[in-house]
T-cell receptor, first 119, second 112 residues
Framework: QVTLRESGPALVKPTQTLTLTCNFS??????????VNWVRQPPGKALEWLAR???????FYSTSLKTRLAISKDTSKNQVVLTVTNMDPVDTATYYC????WGFGLDFWGQGTLVTVSS | EIVMTQSSLSLPVTPGEPASISCRSS???????????LNWYVQKPGQSPQLLIY???SRASGVPDRFSGSGSGTDFTLKISRVKTEDVGVYYC?????????FGQGTKLEIK
């Protein structure tokens, strides 16, 4: 079955770089049409889409965050990595990775990982 | 960028009664293929979001048929024919027509 799991530090300091890893199973990112997205949710607030990487290594980013985001994949390890530079307390959120096949919605999500930005 | 607007932030509903949640996009989500790239998600308390509806009206795997999606272009509706207590959560619409993708603010369904 399809599973995704996010991992990374629970606490980062302001100005540091956050690196999150999404480990997945049950599908391959080399399959045509397969995509992995990152979405975040500040405590008590709405969902915010961050980035997407496709089977062909195309990458897409949130307009407001694109200068700070980088997404990459390691198909052989079934991993997608998101880095966020220059972290700020407003970046405190639960970060989710989610699968998408073509444009058929984010059909499988990880459990999320809470990242707190504080000195 | 496409802006998604959900008109109600909160929706109190009596179990067994129908519920309707609206979503509007700032641009048409109708693709040349004839599909509307509009998805609905629910986030139940303490859980990750889960996909309910994709392409405007297609139910995701395992979603009960009391959930239905309708609409086209810029106006969309999620309907629950008979609300159950287990349906409590925040419902989000999301446009998948073009990146950057965008979510609505969410509508919290509460039981009266």
């Amino acid at each position: 079955q399809v599973t995704l799991r996010e991992s990374g530090p629970a606490l980062v300091k302001p100005t540091q770089t956050l690196t999150l890893t999404c480990n997945f199973s049950g599908f391959s990112l080399s399959t045509t049409g397969m995509r992995v997205n990152w979405v975040r949710q500040p405590p008590g607030k709405a969902l915010e889409w961050l980035a997407r990487i496709d089977w062909n290594d195309d990458k897409f980013y949130s307009t407001s965050l694109k200068t700070r985001l980088a997404i990459s994949k390691d198909t052989s390890k079934n991993q997608v990595v998101l880095t966020v530079t220059n972290m700020d307390p407003v970046d405190t959120a639960t970060y989710y990775c989610a699968r998408m096949l073509w444009g058929f919605g984010l059909d499988f999500w990880g459990q999320g990982t809470l990242v707190t930005v504080s000195s | 960028e496409i802006v998604m607007t959900q008109s109600s932030l909160s929706l109190p509903v009596t179990p067994g009664e129908p519920a309707s949640i609206s979503c509007r996009s700032s641009q048409s989500l109708l693709h040349s293929t004839g599909y509307n790239y509009l998805n609905w998600y629910v986030q139940k308390p303490g859980q990750s979001p889960q996909l309910l509806i994709y392409l405007g009206s297609s139910r995701a795997s395992g979603v009960p048929d009391r959930f239905s999606g309708s609409g086209s272009g810029t106006d969309f509706t999620l309907k629950i024919s008979r609300v159950k207590t287990e349906d409590v959560g925040v419902y989000y619409c999301m446009q998948g027509l073009q990146t950057p993708y965008s979510f609505g603010q969410g509508t919290k369904l509460e039981i009266k």
